[in-house]
């Protein structure tokens, strides 16, 4: 049995750093001082095999929670995972089978290893506990809520106003989350803002079945790279938890200078002291943000990675975009032999992914060949073995006849 930490620094931190809101704080707090081993809850939806940054904002908590010596439960929504969680969705989400959303809890399982000491960490499937109930339990777990209740969240209110269906299903959703805390006896529940309503039904059904209720602590949904919307993989402005270093690496360095102190506070491990250093700096004109960045940069990397692929990558980023040079590895790709026009070998080395954006690289000078741009993209050129093409800053190519 570990032995529970009760440091009042290490609670106000874990309660207040990249914390949205805390119910109820005093509750939790008391907990935590109370040198009690709480079992604390975390619920995945495994709909998408791959993590991303903003889904390790969440795994950090956890991992507080987890270094102060309370037990961490991972409940793999399999059973769940086929109706599909309606937060955030404007419409019902296609079904999931089961064997795609037990390879999907595999792989999300591996990445979250990446933060959370799994040795540590209690792996649930709710189908344990659902799979087994006949209709006569389900019926009793219904008459818990109202329909008024579940219809006030605000994507199933907005639908209704929209004459948009809702799937009996999707309105059961929350109410299986809710049951996962009663199963497992959870004390608190941790989630991004959008799962506030799932986890607060948790909270709700342990009331009413004469249980402790949980308490629930939110933390923020992550900007993605384009700084204006949630990271999201839909939105093509992530990094991925598995991705390589210098992708990583480059995607980190890409990011609008205003998130750079929130990426610090949610993704790293850096000091009450050193953000509040991090945040003068922002502060100062005679310092440029790219230093801070490429701290942020290395120190995620090193986190998903090591410091010496961090080191590589950072090399590799300023050989290619400080110093114009070329990476060290490019993917080599066919073409035949001969004279071709610019914009169509764009094309066809799926360097442009249209004639008009070719023309539109080669017009606005983001077109190089063997490290000479290109300013007409009606230039017709030889065909070389090992040519190196750029295409923006970040697409090269190495032909091969």
Request: charged share 30%; proline share 3%.
């Amino acid at each position: 049995m570990p032995k529970i930490k009760t440091d009042e620094n290490k609670i106000k931190e874990l309660l207040t750093r990249g914390v949205e809101e805390v119910i109820v704080k005093k509750e939790l707090e008391e907990k935590l001082k109370s040198g009690k081993s709480l079992i604390i809850k975390l619920g995945i939806d495994p709909s998408r095999p791959d993590l991303h940054l903003g889904h390790s904002v969440v795994l950090k908590k956890l991992k507080e929670f987890q270094n102060l010596g309370h037990h961490i439960i991972l409940i793999i929504g399999d059973f769940t995972g086929m109706i599909g969680d309606p937060s955030g969705k404007s419409k019902t989400r296609p079904a999931l089978s089961k064997e795609e959303v037990l390879k999907n809890a595999k792989t999300y399982f591996n990445q979250a290893g990446k933060i959370l000491d799994l040795k540590k960490t209690e792996v649930r499937y709710n189908s344990a506990w659902f799979s087994a109930m006949g209709w006569e339990d389900i019926l009793k777990l219904l008459s818990k809520f109202t329909a008024a209740r579940i219809l006030e969240r605000d994507e199933f209110s907005k639908r209704l106003k929209s004459g948009v269906d809702i799937a009996i299903s999707e309105i059961m959703y929350p109410i299986m989350q809710a049951y996962d805390s009663v199963e497992i006896k959870a004390d608190a529940e941790i989630g991004g803002t959008d799962q506030k309503f799932n986890m607060l039904a948790g909270r709700e059904l342990q009331k009413k079945m004469n249980m402790p209720p949980q308490n629930v602590l939110t933390v923020p949904l992550l900007i993605g790279l384009d700084g204006a919307q949630k990271m999201s993989k839909s939105l093509d402005n992530y990094i991925g938890v598995n991705e390589n270093a210098n992708s990583m690496f480059g995607k980190i360095m890409s990011i609008p200078d205003s998130l750079i102190l929130n990426y610090f506070t949610l993704l790293t491990d850096a000091s009450e002291k050193e953000l509040e250093k991090i945040k003068e700096n922002l502060k100062n004109p005679k310092l440029n943000p790219r230093d801070a960045k490429a701290r942020l940069a290395k120190e995620i990397v090193t986190m998903y990675h090591s410091a010496n692929e961090a080191a590589k990558a950072e090399k590799e980023f300023n050989t290619i975009f400080r110093d114009k040079g070329i990476p060290s590895e490019i993917e080599e790709k066919k073409v035949e032999s001969g004279r071709w026009k610019v914009a169509e070998l764009l094309v066809e080395l799926k360097l442009a992914p249209s004639k008009n954006e070719a023309k539109r690289l080669v017009e606005s000078k983001a077109v190089e060949i063997d490290g000479k741009i290109i300013t007409d993209w009606k230039t017709a050129i030889e065909i070389k073995n090992g040519m190196a093409l750029r295409a923006g800053k970040r697409r090269f190519a190495k032909i091969i006849i």
